[in-house]
């Protein structure tokens, strides 16, 4: 089981607005990092730290933390950002990595 | 820019040994202070960290895996390679190999850390 859990599906309407939420113990200590992932296609990283976008990420992508939670918001949802979503950071015992268990997003 | 390549048998036996290599490009795997990790995905799965090591050979195994996990780097072939001992079908997934880093946010005192380049994958199948 996953130390940060995630919402297994979401949904968003085209050029809405969209919150996917990953809760943990070590969120109050790291931030998240986010990570989208298409089918077939490896990870790729597109939030990071308090809120950093690598190079190529598009804006509506941003980050955010309070608490135990960390979250992914895209504001105006594009039919190309339908992916599986998923968070990552230190684990609560101080290992160094744990992944949420993914949060698969449906444009509509 | 740098790039990575996962390489190595897609096909292993039932409590063999699985051994793939992670080639780094566009870069020396000794600059920086960077980590360098294994994750791997079963099909229709999550992801799921298994071990990362630095160039000085210090390495970190994720408690679930760490019987069976030896993970080594090779700086002179700009390499890191994973060895997973016993395996079962269990095992079979698409391994990624990726480069860790991180950062620190003054103003909040928090560390941060986060897998910035990514292989594309290897899927390896355990079966007999």
Redesign the interface.
Known sequence: S?ELTQDPAVSVALGQTVRITCQGDSLR???A?W?QQKPG?????VI???NNR?SGIPDRFSGSSSGNTASLTITGAQAEDEADY?C???DS?G????????TKLTVL | QVQLQESGPGLVKPSQTLSLTCTVSGGSISSGSY?W?W?RQPAGK????IG?IYTSGST?Y??SLKSRVTISVDTSKNQFSLKLSSVTAADTAVY?CAR??S?Y?L??T???????V????TTVTVSS
């Open positions: 996953s200590s790291y931030y990092s990570y296609q490896a990870p790729v990283l990071y730290g308090k690598p998923y990552n950071s230190r015992s290992n160094p990595w744990v992944f949420g268990g993914g | 980590y990790s994750i999550g992801l799921e960290w990362r970190n994720n408690p990624y860790d880093n950062g946010d103003r909040s928090y560390y941060y850390y986060y897998m910035d990514w292989g594309k994958g």
